[in-house]
């Protein structure tokens, strides 16, 4: 393997991609994962001063000028990159106007970054403005929660009330809720764009009939954010249609775990 297969941010992306293979959360090439990284991270491990090649941006982002992401490819399989990083991700530097992607490492069977960089980028922008620790962007295609986008109400509050109502932990992971776009072409820069939107007040996006996107400081919290909405959507998808008797957690003992736990929730939703 090249040096850089061995920086530790790329064997971290390789583990945790197997492990949503694993789950059912990314057939295919379904999914895609960009992590936003220091130059001090891969310094040690790539030539920074050597382009491969340049990539366009269907939309600019001249605030990344300079800034370094490692991004999974287009038409790639999560299954693959523990095995074989340098074909499967390539690392980014945004260039001075922010309209152009200067490859560095990887794609190294040709190719580009994921057809929803629009996505990743927009939701990077805006989860910095909320938290300069940001660095992950998560998308994947989990069986339960895009499941329940079929069965149940394009309502992201209703979505996250029901989510809330199936799991005690739910609450206490994502106080902060669930957003919602109704179907759209995948891959767009529309949705990118509409993405990067709710991006700006939300952790979690779930986009109707094809997945779910979730943001964090770092691949494990992304990873753990994405895993707790798609228990409680297993768990609403399982009980469903169970004609026995039901329980669920009422309002007032979802106020209850707020409460002991010290939690602020999105306002005006509990
Ligand atoms: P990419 O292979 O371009 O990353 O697309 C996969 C996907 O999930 C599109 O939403
Ligand atoms: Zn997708």
Redesign the pocket.
């Known amino acids: 393997m090249d040096k850089m297969s061995k920086c530790p941010i790329v064997k971290e992306i390789g583990e945790i991609t197997s492990n949503m293979y694993r789950l059912g959360w990314n057939e295919r090439?379904?999914?895609?994962i960009s992590v936003l990284v220091d130059e001090k991270e891969i310094k040690r491990y790539v030539n920074t001063r050597k382009i491969i090649r340049d990539l366009p941006l269907a939309v600019a982002f001249p605030e990344f000028a300079g800034r370094y992401f490692i991004v999974?490819g287009?038409?790639?399989y999560f299954k693959n990159i523990a095995n074989n990083p340098a074909e499967n991700l390539g690392l980014i530097r945004i260039s001075d106007d922010g309209s152009r992607a200067h490859l560095i490492w990887g794609y190294t069977a040709g190719g580009s970054f994921?057809?929803?960089i629009i996505m990743h980028l927009g939701a990077h922008k805006q989860r910095l403005n909320v938290d300069p620790d940001q660095r992950v962007v998560m998308?994947a295609?989990p069986v339960n929660i895009l499941s329940m986008t079929h069965v149940f109400p394009w309502d992201e509050k209703k979505l996250t009330k029901e989510l809330w109502s199936t799991c005690t932990e739910c609450i206490v992971i994502f106080p902060d809720g669930v957003a919602l776009l109704p179907w759209m072409v995948?891959?767009s820069p529309e949705i990118g764009l509409a993405s990067a939107e709710k991006f700006k007040d939300f952790r979690i996006l779930v986009w109707a009939l094809?997945?779910c996107t979730v943001t964090g400081k770092s691949l494990d919290e992304a990873f753990g954010l994405l895993e707790t909405v798609e228990k409680g959507a297993e768990i609403y998808m399982k009980i469903q249609n169970s004609n026995n008797e039901r329980h669920s957690i009422e309002d007032g003992m979802l106020k209850a775990v707020v409460d002991d736990f010290n939690i602020s929730v999105r306002e005006g939703w509990l």
Not at 29 to 32: A, R
């Open positions: 090439n379904g999914g895609n999974t287009t038409g790639k994921t057809s929803e998308h295609h995948s891959s094809h997945g």
